[in-house]
């Protein structure tokens, strides 16, 4: 199994960060109707737990989040090693865009 850390700094505090990050899981499925299949999403308290269907592999991804930060943690199977670079480029990138967006909103106010 193949694995990918990441942190994600923010400044929205906890509340505001959780609700950003699960608009975003919510909507993996609308954004991506060709790539992204079978999506489970499960909360358990600021943890949440993403699992999908992505180029014909099964991919889990763990978020923990906190006042100031995201923890994720993704996990692909070995023979998906070709789509780690994109999957995780992907997944990270939006993370740090929905978190970001309020530092964006505020210089631009």
Do not use: C
């Not at 960060?17 to 991506?32: D, I, K, P, V, W």
């Not at 592999?57 to 006042?67: E, I, M, N, T």
């Amino acid at each position: 199994m193949g694995l990918v850390q990441r942190n994600v700094t923010h400044r929205l505090g906890l509340s505001e960060a959780r609700n950003r990050l699960r608009e975003l899981a919510l909507g993996l499925s609308n954004e991506y109707p060709d790539q992204v299949h079978q999506v489970e999403i499960h909360w358990d308290d600021n943890q949440l737990s993403v699992y999908f269907a992505a180029y014909g592999f099964q991919y889990h991804w763990d978020a923990k989040v906190f006042s100031d930060r995201i923890e994720l943690l993704g996990r692909y199977p070995e023979s998906a090693n070709v789509y780690r670079n994109k999957i995780e480029k992907t997944v990270v990138g939006k993370v740090e865009d929905i978190l970001a967006e309020a530092v964006a909103m505020r210089k631009a106010a």
